[in-house]
Every structure is written in C-alpha cells, then in structure tokens.
T-cell receptor
Framework: AQKITQTQPGMFVQEKEAVTLDCTYD???????LFWYKQPSSGEMIFLIY??????QNATEGRYSLNFQKARKSANLVISASQLGDSAMYFC???????????????FGQGTILTVHP | DTAVSQTPKYLVTQMGNDKSIKCEQN?????MYWYKQDSKKFLKIMFS???????INETVPNRFSPKSPDKAHLNLHINSLELGDSAVYFC??????????????FGSGTRLTVV
C-alpha cells in the first residue's frame, strides 16, 4: 500500500491566487513527521515545511502553510499569493518513528507539478 | 559554501562500467542518505548511514555499494552499470532525526545516464 499519496499529477493556478496541494499518508506509528519539498526544473530539492505528528498547531513558513488533519491522515500544502517562481514539482514525504531500521528514512509521494500562470 | 555537495553533476557511461559518485556535507549532520529518482520523478531511499554505520539498506542490487569513510562523506560505487541504473541520484543529510524541523538537506543530484 502507498504510504504517501499525492492524487494531483498536475495543478494550475493564477499568479497571486492561493493553491492547495493534496497529500494523504498511511502509518500506524504514533510518532511521525511530514515534510514538503519543492523541486524546480533545475532539479534541486528544497525543503519547505515540516509538521510533527504531535504538533498541536498547523505549521507555517512564510507563504507556505500545512493543513494538517490527523484524523483524516492528510497534510495538504497551501501556497498563498502564488508567484511565477512557485512553478515546480512538489513532493510530500513522511518519516516514521525515530529509530530502528527505518532510522531517518523519508518516504515520498509521487509529486504534483504546479504551474503558475501570469 | 555548499551544504551537501555531490560530484559529478552529470555522468554518462557505457553499460558494464564501474562508476562512483561522491558526496560531502559540511553541516555537521550525523546521518547521510542516498536516494534514487527515476524517470517518473519517483524518489526512493537506497541507503542511510549514521556516524559511518550502515542503517538502511533497501532492496538495492549488490552492484551498488555505499562507503562512508567519515560522517561527513558518503560515496556510492556502482559496478557493472546497467541501462536501468539511469536516474538522478541524490545525496542527503540530516541532524538528529528526533529534531527534524530543519528538514533533510539534499545535494543537487547526479544525473547518471547509462548508454
């Protein structure tokens, strides 16, 4: 079974509008972390935002916020006031637990390509 | 200063050759990783090392051998390269995973093309 699912292969948004990129996850571990990364066409992986499973509040970093709905096992990324430079592939990822043979392992979703139109 | 640096950035080689990709991090992180991104952009972990000790070894052909001479370096050696090994290989590092808020830092990737 997929541990991280991103159901939107591609999304389009108008510049200055907000956009939500969906991510659902599957784990039985009570301790986990959720990450979003941006991969522009140049190929590097840029860390955007992190949400821990025990965090009481949704994470925010500048124009990025994470809509964390634990019961629904979803961790959607919201980008406010989209900019042309936001056009990229976006990956949701999960780290389960903090030890053992999966120490530090990040499991990625399939990615969503975001295109921002002027 | 680049935090996680990989060399080379591009690697084109013939089937059957042996090649290495080097990775160095200057962040003082304890854990380093190799990830493979395939042609469909899917990212999958291959290996992780914590303080030079192999922690994760996913289902990877034994033609792939990681080597960590010290905690700042994690190299990837690939023997008898096959067409299916063509991919982008990312090195990454992280500090104590119980404090992950700074995320995992990735290198810029090595695009390997086997012809």
């Amino acid at each position: 079974a997929q541990k991280i699912t991103q159901t939107q292969p591609g999304m389009f948004v108008q510049e200055k509008e907000a956009v939500t990129l969906d991510c659902t996850y599957d784990t039985s571990d009570p301790s986990y972390g959720l990450f979003w990364y941006k991969q522009p066409s140049s190929g590097e992986m840029i860390f955007l935002i992190y949400q821990g499973s025990y965090d009481q509040q949704n994470a925010t970093e500048g124009r990025y916020s994470l809509n964390f709905q634990k019961a629904r096992k979803s961790a959607n990324l919201v980008i406010s006031a989209s900019q042309l430079g936001d056009s990229a592939m976006y990956f949701c990822a999960m780290r389960e637990g903090t030890g053992g043979t999966s120490y530090g392992k990040l499991t990625f979703g399939q990615g969503t390509i975001l295109t921002v139109h002027p | 200063d680049t935090a996680v640096s990989q060399t080379p950035k591009y690697l084109v080689t013939q089937m059957g050759n042996d090649k290495s990709i080097k990775c160095e991090q200057n962040l003082g992180h304890d854990t380093m990783y190799w990830y493979k991104q395939d042609s469909k952009k899917f990212l999958k972990i291959m290996f992780s090392y914590n303080n030079k000790e192999l922690i994760i070894n996913e289902t990877v052909p034994n033609r792939f051998s990681p080597k960590s001479p010290d905690k700042a370096h994690l190299n990837l050696h690939i023997n008898s390269l096959e067409l299916g090994d063509s991919a982008v290989y990312f090195c990454a590092s992280s500090q104590d995973v119980s404090q992950p808020r700074n995320g995992y830092t990735f290198g810029s990737g090595t695009r390997l093309t086997v012809v």
